[in-house]
C-alpha cells in the first residue's frame, strides 16, 4: 500500500540550513504537502507541491522533489529556535474525489542557539 | 479567518464509557476526516466522510464510529472507551480534490482513557 517515510529526528544549530528529507511510494500522487506541527497545537500547512514541478520557493522554504526517485525535501534557510516543531510530509493519494492523503511518521526538529 | 474547531483540548475518560469528540468547520467544506497521533506511528486514518451522512473507513476504525449529520460537523465516537485508545485526535477539513490545497486541521484533543 502507500507509505511515506520520514527520519524521526534533526537537530540544528540557529541560522544553519535544516533538511527534512522524505520518501513515497505512491507515483500517482497529485501533490505533496509540509506540514509543521508546534507543540500542543493540531497541523498547519507550510507548503505543497504540484507534482510536475521539480522545485518550489517560497522566503526561507524550498522544496525539492525527485519524482524518479519519490524523495521529497524540505529545506528552511536561516533556522530560527521557533523553527522547533514536527514537520510532517504528506502525500495525495486515491481518486480526485476523496482528497485523502498519507501523512509520515514526522520529523521532531529541534534547534539549538 | 477560517477554523477547524474541536470541542475539547483535554479529556479523561473511563474505562468502558462512551466518548464524543466534537469537530465543527466553518470553511463549508466537503471532506473531513479523524486521525490519531500517537509517538513514533505519525497521523493514521481513523474514518473519513466527504458528504453529510456518508463515512468511510479509514487505516484504524476498530473501536471507533462517526457521525456526519450536518455538512459542518463530524463527530468520532469511542463506544466503549479503551486504555489504547489514550491518543491525540485531530480533525480536518478540506475541499474535494481536484482543487487539492491539503487539509485544515483543528488544535487536537489529547485524549486519556484511565
Known amino acids: 500500500g502507500e507509505d511515506v517515510e520520514q527520519s524521526l529526528f534533526l537537530s540544528v544549530r540557529e541560522g544553519d540550513s535544516s533538511v527534512i528529507n522524505c520518501t513515497y511510494t505512491?507515483?500517482?500522487?497529485?501533490?505533496l504537502y509540509w506540514y509543521k506541527q508546534e507543540p500542543g497545537a493540531g497541523l498547519q500547512l507550510l507548503t505543497y507541491?504540484?507534482?510536475?514541478?521539480d522545485m518550489k520557493q517560497d522566503q526561507r522554504l524550498t522544496v525539492l522533489l525527485n519524482k524518479k526517485d519519490k524523495h521529497l525535501s524540505l529545506r528552511i534557510a536561516d533556522t530560527q529556535t521557533g523553527d522547533s516543531a514536527i514537520y510532517f510530509c504528506?502525500?495525495?493519494?486515491?481518486?480526485?474525489?476523496?482528497?485523502?492523503?498519507?501523512f509520515g511518521q514526522g520529523t521532531t526538529s529541534q534547534v539549538k542557539p | 479567518d477560517v477554523k477547524v474547531t474541536q470541542s475539547s483540548r483535554y479529556l479523561v475518560k473511563r474505562t468502558g464509557e462512551k466518548v464524543f469528540l466534537e469537530c465543527v468547520q466553518d470553511?463549508?467544506?466537503?471532506?473531513m476526516f479523524w486521525y490519531r497521533q500517537d509517538p513514533g506511528l505519525g497521523l493514521r486514518l481513523i474514518y473519513f466522510?466527504?458528504?453529510?451522512?456518508?463515512?468511510e473507513k479509514g487505516d484504524i476504525p476498530e473501536g471507533y464510529s462517526v457521525s456526519r449529520e450536518k455538512k459542518e460537523r463530524f463527530s468520532l465516537i469511542l463506544e466503549s472507551a479503551s486504555t489504547n485508545q489514550t491518543s491525540m485526535y485531530l480533525c480536518?477539513?478540506?475541499?474535494?480534490?481536484?482543487?487539492?490545497?491539503?487539509?485544515?486541521f483543528g488544535s487536537g484533543t489529547r485524549l486519556t482513557v484511565v
Open positions: 480536518a477539513s478540506s475541499l474535494l480534490a481536484g482543487i487539492n490545497y491539503g487539509y485544515t
Open positions: 505512491d507515483s500517482s500522487s497529485t501533490y
Open positions: 507541491i504540484f507534482s510536475n514541478m
Open positions: 504528506a502525500e495525495s493519494i486515491g481518486s480526485s474525489n476523496t482528497g485523502k492523503l498519507i
Open positions: 470553511m463549508d467544506h466537503e471532506n
Open positions: 466522510s466527504y458528504d453529510v451522512k456518508m463515512k
